[in-house]
């Protein structure tokens, strides 16, 4: 199956497949209500989000992500609009020396076509995550979660991901933190929707599920 033809499929199909394979997670997704997956398909601007989220709180982002969209004079970011700016200005806006070279860098990758924002849709999950994490500033775990709410691929298992494990731990009732060997276990029994199972554990953890 091509990367655009995998979708997330009816919360039926869903249940299914989970009463199949994995009793807790069906159990799960029962008490709780329909996948809700919004995407974002301004790629760049979901990418420019990531980077300033890094490491900071939610309220700080937001913060900064205000001031830096108000350099824009009320239109959207873009490539060659942040690469005009001065370092100044976004490090006015709360950005770190480190962050405002990784937005240059991401916006050149835009500017110059090396990043195709049109091909990403068509690329599968390995090409992507290898095309995103040749910017500087993005890693493995922000293109796992571009994949997940941008292009919203249904098979995602992001094992680095800190509250997938606190969430595992509390669903499957471990003494300590999964491993990534036991997190691609209990991935192995989602296949292929370890998105969805990724999502509801994370709702089970947190109501307020993260989404960029």
């Known amino acids: 199956m091509s990367p655009t033809q995998r979708i997330i499929p009816s919360r039926k199909e869903i249940l299914l497949h989970f009463d199949k394979n994995d009793a807790v997670m069906a159990q799960l997704i029962r008490k709780s209500g329909p996948i809700k997956l919004k995407r974002n398909r301004n790629y760049f601007i979901v990418l420019c989000n990531a980077i300033i989220g890094q490491q900071i709180s939610v309220a700080a982002a937001d913060a900064i992500t205000i001031r830096f969209n108000k350099l824009f004079n009320g239109h959207s970011p873009t490539p060659q609009g942040v690469i005009k700016l001065p370092d100044i200005d976004l490090r006015k806006a709360g950005l770190s020396k ?26 599968g999950n390995d090409e992507v995550i290898c095309q995103l ?16 709410f941008s292009l919203n691929r249904p098979d995602v298992l992001p094992v680095g991901d800190l509250g997938l494990q606190l969430a595992l731990k509390k669903l499957y009732r471990m003494r300590q933190l999964p491993t990534v060997k036991r997190m691609r276990t209990i991935g192995r029994k989602w ?5 969805v199972g990724t999502w509801y554990a994370w709702r089970a953890q947190d109501e307020k599920t993260v989404s960029y």
């Open 133 to 148: 994490t040749k910017v500087h500033g993005i890693g493995r775990w922000t293109a796992e979660m571009f994949l997940i």
């Open 98 to 123: 480190q962050k405002v070279a990784y937005l240059k860098d991401l916006s050149f990758h835009f500017y110059e076509k090396i990043l195709r924002p049109h091909r990403l849709h068509h690329m």
């Open 191 to 195: 296949n292929p929707l370890e998105t």
